[in-house]
């Protein structure tokens, strides 16, 4: 399963505990829209470190890289570029 | 305590004598004693004992002089000798010594408004034969319940539901009721989570006669307009604040049995300890909960009181596994869904309690609410700090003060502003403080069914009524007073003093006394400046003050923790029957939730992945419907005369030690 049904599953699982694909919009604010609070942000955080095995620092923990499912999306994206220019210097 | 319950015909009719045998056996968990009556024509009085004060000659119902005023009562009344002097002064007679005997004297000088002169915890229900006319008072804070029923033909009344259930009021949820569970965490009272059950508020009275149902309001809490408050030096209210706490703790050790005290670590019951020993030469008895996880454990604290005081102190052991059991049995006496587990563990105390041998302890309950102690008076204020330069970046940091585990300044920011804006735009709406709350609570309600949630979206707004419900002083108190009355109405008789007070104490025939809702010292408190309770950002300011120097410093300046109980941890690794009632069969059966969603709450849970309170709170309120559903609605048992099997002293699973 790619990155975006993964999340995307999670997200509804555990957070809008449905399996209704049309509850979650991509750009839905997951914090203005109180489907993620700050225990929830935690859970959401070891999700992504486990499954994508990366880690994510504090200063990454902002809503521009987490409150929403494109913004995840992207972030990861992001960051396994990151790991593979690494990877490759 | 003990049970009362009662009958009356409206239309004049008899009352059977069978129906009120089968009343008293279902709430004789709250009186093991004895059980009395009084039949005659359309008036029936049943009462339970749990003897405390006069022990061989307190039996009720008592009468007056001449037989015409019949009483049966659940409670205390502290004050009770220096009315009986003034009462024998005046030329009543007694044939007992007991409380109970100066209400029918009291009744036959001051009608109705005898109930002023009252310092306890009361539900009294007391006959006029003459006038054929019932009357209902209940405590003004809400310590002993009372509930009843009325239709055309008859008023049926009872300490607990379980009472007029037994006399064939139908039982039937009520929609609205479990709503305001999953929003205030209880519903307001008159509603009961039954259909057409009410309960008697706090501080109200209720008459019944061929005319009717009349009730009416005798006391409530109550604050000056902004501005005019008590005006002395500080030391000198502060004095003023222990000697009258201290008398409240003297007329609540009037007792012919042991009285013990219960002791959490905390501020509250710590100084209700230190008073208690100043009054006698007898070693003091405390009872303790201690938790096996670090974050609900008290343990050090309630040794540091222990050695401080040199109290006699017996500590209970409460695993997760035991709260998980026992959870299906506390709600068969909590009659309502519960948040939260922590009522389970005060059952297990009050069975440890007895089974050390007592049957009376104070308690520190009402504390945060007279003298400003919770967390959420603090929240307020400093979201209306906050509210006066709503882009600030820095005034919600003050949130932190409050809540360490919140890491305002990096991944926190947005859930923050998200959850502690809530309503920051209208300071001035009657439940700013209450909103962040209450929206985190009602986002349960997203497990309801979609049938549920539409019949909900068609009621009238709950706050509306709320509001409609409020004093008309109320606007004019400053803001910390109106949370502080939004607070005393709600949480504290509708969840504190019932589900997690009164049934679980009398679940093991224990009665609790709260001197801090001693009336007197609630009116002085609330005449107090606000800057006396909560000064700054630190809580109940004054009693502290008061308490200076008799407690141990690390009780006086130790963070706030309040009580907490594992909730979903308790069942990851104890899985109990009754989790069999969130199955999907049994979910769509019994019509409140989407089985869907709770079947991913419930996967989510056991696999020990929900930690938030959102996701505890879902599940503990789901899982304790389902089993109040299950007990009271879908298998309603014809209740039997079990003295036995509802006690559970001698049969309590948890580890005892003795300190």
């Given at each position: 399963m790619s990155v975006e049904p993964r999340v995307r599953q999670f997200l509804l699982n555990n957070y809008l505990f449905t399996d209704d694909d049309a509850a979650l919009g991509n750009d839905d604010s997951l914090l203005q829209k109180g489907i993620v609070d700050s225990t929830g942000m935690m859970e959401l955080i070891a999700f992504l470190e486990e499954q994508f095995a990366i880690r994510i620092d504090d200063d990454e923990m902002v809503p521009d890289n987490l409150d929403s499912v494109n913004n995840i999306v992207a972030f990861l994206a992001r960051k396994s570029t990151t790991r593979s220019a690494r990877a490759g210097a | 305590m003990c049970a009362i319950t009662g009958v009356l015909n409206l239309l004049g009719a008899p009352v059977a004598a069978p129906r009120l045998i089968d009343m008293v056996a279902s709430v004789r968990h709250r009186g093991p004693d004895d059980t009395g009556f009084h039949v005659q024509g359309p008036i029936g009085l049943g009462h339970a004992r749990l003897a405390v004060i006069d022990l061989a000659g307190g039996a009720q119902p008592i009468h007056n002089e001449a037989h015409t005023v019949w009483v049966v009562f659940n409670g205390e009344i502290f004050n009770y000798l220096e009315l009986r002097a003034e009462l024998e002064a005046r030329g009543h007679t007694f044939?007992?010594?007991?409380?109970?005997?100066?209400l029918v004297h009291l009744y036959e000088d001051y009608g109705r408004d005898f109930v002023q002169r009252l310092n306890g915890q009361f539900a009294i229900a007391l006959w006029d034969a003459g006038a054929r006319r019932l009357l209902l008072v209940r405590d003004r804070v809400g310590i002993a319940p009372l509930f009843y029923y009325a239709n055309p033909a008859e008023l049926v009344f009872g300490s607990e539901i379980k009472a007029l259930l037994a006399a064939g009021v139908p039982a039937r949820p009520h929609l609205a009721a479990i709503d305001q569970i999953f929003t205030w965490w209880a519903p307001l009272a008159p509603d009961t989570a039954f259909e057409g059950i009410h309960e008697l508020p706090p501080g109200e009275w209720l008459e019944a006669d061929a005319r009717g149902v009349r009730t009416g309001k005798y006391w409530d809490f109550d604050y000056p307009a902004s501005g005019n408050y008590t005006a002395a030096p500080e030391a000198a209210l502060a004095d003023q604040l222990r000697s009258l706490l201290d008398d409240a703790v003297h007329i609540r050790l009037r007792a012919d049995v042991p009285v013990g005290a219960y002791l959490s670590g905390g501020l509250d019951s710590s100084v209700i300890a230190s008073l208690i020993n100043q009054h006698t030469d007898v070693k003091l008895c405390t009872f303790s909960i201690g938790f096996a996880s670090a974050g609900l454990d008290e343990t050090p604290y309630q040794q540091a009181v222990v050695d401080d005081l040199g109290t006699q102190h017996a500590r209970m052991d409460c695993e997760g596994g035991t709260i998980a059991d026992a959870l299906a049995d506390t709600i068969w006496h909590t009659e309502i869904p519960v948040l939260r587990t922590a009522p389970v563990p005060m059952r297990l105390l009050s069975g440890f309690a007895r089974a050390n041998g007592f049957r009376v302890v104070l308690t520190g309950e009402g504390s945060d609410e007279v003298f400003g102690g919770y967390d959420i008076f603090k929240e307020a204020k400093v979201r209306r700090f906050w509210a006066a330069r709503p882009d600030s970046a820095w005034r919600p940091l003050l949130l932190r003060r409050l809540y360490p585990y919140l890491d305002i300044t990096r991944r926190g920011q947005g859930y923050v502003r998200s959850f502690f804006g809530q309503g920051l735009g209208d300071v001035e709406a009657f439940a700013f403080s209450h909103l962040p709350r209450w929206h985190t609570t009602a986002l349960c309600k997203q497990f309801f069914a979609a049938d549920v949630q539409s019949a909900l979206a068609a009621l009238p707004p709950m706050d509306v009524r709320l509001a409609a419900s409020l004093p008309t002083g109320f606007t004019r108190w400053h803001p910390l007073n109106r949370a502080q009355y939004l607070e005393s109405k709600l949480l504290l008789p509708g969840y504190l003093l019932s589900s997690q007070g009164d049934r679980m104490l009398m679940a093991n025939g224990v009665e609790g006394r709260f001197p801090y809702l001693d009336h007197r010292v609630i009116e002085f408190a609330a005449a107090l400046p606000p800057r006396l309770k909560l000064r700054v950002l630190r809580e109940k300011y004054l009693l502290k003050r008061a308490m200076a120097g008799r407690l141990p410093a690390a009780v006086l300046t130790r963070p706030k923790q309040p009580y907490r109980a594992p909730d979903i941890a308790a069942f990851v690794a104890a899985r109990p029957?009754?989790?069999?009632?969130?199955?999907p069969a049994t979910l769509r059966d019994y019509g409140y939730f989407d089985a869907v969603k709770v079947g991913h709450l419930v996967r989510k849970a056991l696999s020990g992945r929900a930690v938030g309170q959102r996701d505890n709170m879902a599940f503990i309120g789901i899982l304790t419907t389902q089993i109040w559903h299950h007990r009271f609605i879908a298998n309603p048992v014809r209740l039997q005369y079990r003295v036995d099997s509802s006690m559970s002293q001698g049969t309590t699973p948890c580890r005892l030690n003795h300190a």
């Open positions: - | 044939y007992t010594q007991s409380d109970t005997e100066v029957d009754c989790l069999d009632l969130m199955s």
